[in-house]
């Protein structure tokens, strides 16, 4: 008997009949092919779970397609995180297309609704005056950083190594593209009312004015970057408690209704729901990568450093921000007090997950 024939022999043969490979649910008349998160598979895991294609799930051949270099259509490189079975996420949001229409629907249905009924009230002619520039100038240029933090996140989604994890990419990057929209129609809409708005200045500000230039660096930085993984993290777990929180939350929520705008904050309220989502959707692939059995010493490592880099430089962005606080005609909230909660916001999260803060985030 030759090498081969033994060979053959004690190989099992490679078969694409069915019945040929025994899965999870593989002799179930429901069809289950996968092992699902819960005692039952869900809609989102019928519509998601291998959807994408894995040469290492039940497919005898390797992509059919690939790069020019070899690489193949998807691959695990293209992260520097590692996983013993990327399969194993699922989103906690359990988002998938037909009901991320339907949320996208009704939260531009909601904004709409509002400014229609505060401009039938005449509510933007009875805005303070320098609270209409704040807007003009500082609203306007904060919805290039959604932009910018939609635009990554688009750019991340295509290179997830499964549809679980590519779709809860893509819907973060949608919320952040329909926000960054969301803005610039409410300005629109306001400069209706306020022929004096230059709906321009925003854009120069976000180019010009210092107290900005932090926040384009920590956007590009995270845009520069060629890890998908490293866009998501960055965006949820560092830029959005530290500088996308700070300014929704911590200045134009907490400001605008002094300044007898209540419109402001119903928009922007939109965008804090689209982040506990796409938080708590992060949380859990850090938390599986940072537990996995034989890579999770590495994963927590490669974190603890992602988390350093892009920290310096969002807690640098925020404290560029100070002066925006001094600019309302009525001061209710204070800068230290906002910083300090952004800087709870991301010790609770990263503790959680059990990473390290940098020493500029502990000292802070």
Same mark, same amino acid.
Request: contains cysteine; glycine residues 6%.
């Given at each position: 008997?030759?090498?081969?024939?033994?060979?053959?022999?004690?190989?099992?043969?490679?078969?694409?009949?069915?019945g040929?490979? $025994? /899965?999870?649910?593989?002799d179930?008349?429901?069809? @289950?092919y996968?092992?699902?998160?819960? +005692?039952?598979?869900t809609?989102?895991?019928?519509?998601?779970? &291998?959807?994408?294609? &894995?040469?290492? !799930? #039940?497919?005898l051949?390797d /992509?059919i397609?690939?790069?020019?270099d070899? @690489?193949?259509?998807?691959?695990?490189?293209? %992260?520097?995180?590692?996983?013993?079975?990327?399969?194993?996420? !699922?989103?906690?949001?359990?988002?998938?297309?037909?009901?991320h229409?339907?949320?996208q629907? @009704?939260?531009?249905g909601?904004?709409?609704?509002?400014?229609?009924?505060?401009?039938?009230?005449?509510?933007?002619? +009875?805005?303070?005056?320098?609270?209409?520039?704040? *807007?003009?100038q500082?609203?306007?240029?904060?919805?290039?950083?959604?932009?910018? *933090?939609?635009?990554? %996140?688009?750019?991340a989604? +295509?290179?997830?190594? %499964?549809?679980?994890?590519?779709?809860?990419?893509?819907?973060?990057?949608s #919320?952040k593209?329909?926000?960054?929209?969301?803005?610039t129609?409410?300005? =629109?809409?306001?400069?209706l009312?306020?022929p004096?708005?230059?709906?321009? *200045?925003?854009?120069?500000?976000?180019?010009?004015?210092?107290a900005?230039?932090?926040?384009?660096?920590?956007?590009?930085a995270?845009?520069?970057?060629?890890?998908?993984?490293?866009k998501?993290f960055?965006?949820?777990?560092?830029?959005?408690?530290?500088?996308?929180?700070?300014?929704?939350?911590?200045?134009?929520?907490?400001?605008?209704?002094?300044?007898?705008? /209540?419109?402001?904050?119903?928009?922007?309220?939109?965008?804090?729901?689209?982040?506990?989502?796409?938080?708590?959707n %992060?949380?859990?692939?850090?938390?599986?990568?940072? $537990?996995? =059995?034989?890579?999770?010493?590495?994963?927590?490592?490669?974190?603890?450093?992602?988390?350093?880099?892009h920290?310096?430089?969002?807690l640098?962005?925020?404290?560029?921000l100070?002066?925006?606080?001094?600019?309302p005609?009525?001061?209710? =909230?204070? /800068?230290?007090?906002?910083?300090?909660? =952004?800087?709870?916001?991301?010790?609770s999260?990263?503790?959680? *997950?059990?990473l390290?803060?940098?020493?500029?985030?502990?000292?802070?």
């Amino acid at each position: 008997m030759n090498a081969f024939t033994q060979e053959a022999i004690a190989q099992p043969p490679r078969s694409g009949a069915a019945g040929a490979a $025994q /899965f999870a649910g593989w002799d179930s008349r429901k069809y @289950t092919y996968y092992k699902p998160k819960g +005692r039952h598979a869900t809609h989102y895991e019928d519509v998601t779970v &291998d959807v994408q294609p &894995d040469p290492k !799930r #039940y497919l005898l051949q390797d /992509f059919i397609i690939s790069f020019p270099d070899g @690489t193949p259509t998807y691959s695990e490189n293209w %992260t520097a995180a590692k996983s013993s079975d990327w399969h194993q996420f !699922r989103a906690v949001d359990e988002e998938w297309e037909r009901t991320h229409y339907q949320r996208q629907s @009704t939260i531009c249905g909601m904004i709409g609704n509002v400014v229609e009924n505060a401009r039938r009230a005449g509510a933007p002619k +009875r805005l303070d005056r320098t609270w209409v520039k704040v *807007l003009e100038q500082y609203l306007g240029a904060y919805k290039h950083a959604e932009f910018g *933090l939609g635009m990554a %996140t688009m750019h991340a989604q +295509r290179y997830g190594y %499964t549809q679980m994890i590519n779709s809860a990419i893509l819907t973060n990057s949608s #919320y952040k593209l329909r926000f960054a929209q969301d803005l610039t129609l409410y300005l =629109a809409e306001l400069a209706l009312d306020l022929p004096e708005i230059n709906l321009d *200045l925003g854009k120069q500000h976000w180019l010009e004015n210092p107290a900005w230039q932090g926040t384009r660096e920590a956007v590009e930085a995270i845009n520069g970057t060629s890890d998908y993984l490293e866009k998501y993290f960055a965006v949820n777990l560092v830029f959005e408690p530290l500088v996308a929180e700070l300014v929704r939350s911590g200045f134009f929520m907490q400001v605008a209704a002094a300044q007898g705008d /209540f419109t402001t904050p119903t928009v922007i309220s939109a965008a804090e729901g689209d982040y506990q989502r796409n938080l708590a959707n %992060t949380a859990e692939l850090v938390h599986i990568l940072s $537990q996995d =059995a034989e890579h999770g010493a590495h994963n927590r490592a490669l974190f603890n450093r992602w988390l350093a880099e892009h920290g310096k430089r969002a807690l640098a962005a925020a404290r560029q921000l100070q002066p925006m606080w001094s600019l309302p005609h009525h001061k209710v =909230a204070q /800068f230290p007090e906002a910083l300090n909660r =952004a800087l709870e916001r991301i010790r609770s999260i990263t503790g959680e *997950l059990g990473l390290e803060l940098p020493a500029e985030l502990k000292a802070a």
